[in-house]
């Protein structure tokens, strides 16, 4: 079976700069591998280790991506993209997933595609049902367990993680699965995994190699503003000589507020 | 282009979610500003009961898709329901709730119709006769304005955005879709409620525990206790989800579950950057914590230093007295 997990590398804290030109600085903030990414690459190498086959790791972005993908290398996968185009930056949730149904149909062979349920930056949660959509594939997300993935058949059967329930769901494959946390404990790579993938090579894909006529990629939603979030009003402490007077006099202070 | 501005009902056992209440008056606010009319979408497997059900809420149009296929959620049926629907009539915008389920629903459905779309946000508003939405961003750090050049915007929206719509009678008329001709490719095989399941984002008070706490036990111990005496729900720290001490969905922060109650109280919880992200929007934040450095203090309305294990149950024991009284 062939595999392929979409990851995106983002800061590791969000305590970003907005720059004049409303663009997100992260300068100086340790880039890793957006959380949920690290679950969806897991679990393509423990289907894979169960079906055989290969796992193609993708990324959609600039060189500094290329360190995102040297660590899912290093974990296992057994190639890596980067589809880096100066005419593919900004286009959006919806262009990036335009851009990875170019990728999966270049690929040719897919079986199952892996993305985390969200990116833990821009969190619009939009990339895996819709790159479902542009390929015409079913898409099963949130998925926190994963019953039964068989090529062969073609067909998957994953738990999904709601609110307050649990779906169990099938499908027919190809498939786009969305990764939650703790569906699996990704692996850490052997200091022998990481030379090697350090020495990797990794091609680079451009609009052009994927047949993609960038006008079509134009973002519908502009920013229009970003900012900081507003401060929070300035709070107040509530003291007392006893754990019960605290008490009494914060609950006092909840019902005049209204708040209780 | 029809001026419509739509919003996806859902129901459970018949009644209108109060989230669709929500985006009832949100719906309203916005057609009267666009001049245009407001519209309410129903997929269902009982789209004619609730179609009634909409239509007592002063709507003039009701559309609705009734089949079998649309008892449960999947993308598959509903996406292709709701483009056939859209592509016929045409709406300018279409407002859904911001569950996990309305999150894939809206992201399939903006790549089949070409629309433009916001994603969990947390306000709507028409401005010079366009419309923008607001939400936040890497982990509630940036506050995004959006603006759209697209014929059609969807919109997921958070809870608390608008007041609930009452009931005000109506003779609205219901325009009923054909089921397309959809691939279905999936199937739900079952629905399980989670054990002492809580959706924590439809909470009005939150009370969560962090690792001041000192133990699992401690947590089991104190915490759900406080919260039912504020008749809330209950939530935890990143750090104490990893640490096993609580099951993953009732993480709130950056990682696990974003919310906004009326109160959230803080107990032994530092306040790393990744749990603010989660609650720093909350109405009123109450902070207890035995370090009166921690950054949680910095969000907090009212903060109480001093040690978890004895505040919790005094506070547990004041609340019942007041709410006794």
Known sequence: MHAVVFIKQVPQQNSVKITPDKQIDASGIEPIISLFDEYAIEEALLQVEKNGGKVTVVTIGGEEQIDALRKALAMGADQAILVNDPALRNIGSLGAAK???????????????????????????????????????PVLSYVYKVHELDPGAKRVVVDRAMETTTETVEATLPAVLTTVKDLNQPRYPSLLKIKKAQK????????????????????????????????????????????????????DVLVNAQVI | MANEVWLLAEAHSGELTAATKELISKAQELAAALGGQPAALVLSSNAAQVAETLLSYGLPKVYSVENPALEHYTTDAFVGAAAALIRQHQPCVLLTGASLQMRDFTAALAADVDAGLGSDCTGVAVRDGHIVAMRPSHGANVINTLGFNSDLVIISLRRQVAPEAQPAGGSGEVIRGQFPQVAQRMRVVKVEDKSNAVNLADSQIIVSGGRGLGSAENYEKLVPTLAQAFNGAYGASRAIVDAGWVPYERQVGQTGKTVS?????????????????????????????????????????????????????????????????
């Open chain 1, 99 to 137: 851009v990875g149904a170019a990728v999966v149909r270049k690929l040719g062979d897919v079986d199952v595609v892996f993305c985390g349920k969200q990116s833990t930056d821009d969190e619009t949660a939009v990339f895996g049902p819709a790159v479902a959509r542009y390929l015409d594939m």
């Open chain 1, 200 to 251: 990797a090579d990794i091609p680079r894909w451009t609009a052009a190699d994927l047949g993609l006529n960038t006008a079509e990629l134009a973002p519908k939603v502009t920013y229009l503003d970003r900012v900081p979030p507003p401060p929070r009003p300035k709070g107040s402490m509530i003291d007392g000589g006893s754990a019960q007077e605290k008490a009494r006099k914060l609950v």
């Open chain 2, 261 to 325: 109650p009326k109160l959230y109280v803080a107990c032994g919880i530092s306040g790393a950057i990744q749990h603010l992200a989660g609650m720093r929007n909350s109405g009123t934040i109450v902070a207890i914590n035995k370090d009166p450095d921690a950054p949680i203090f910095k969000v907090a309305t009212y903060g109480l230093v001093g040690d978890v294990n004895e505040l919790l149950p005094a506070l547990t024991e004041a609340v019942e007295q007041k709410t006794r009284s």
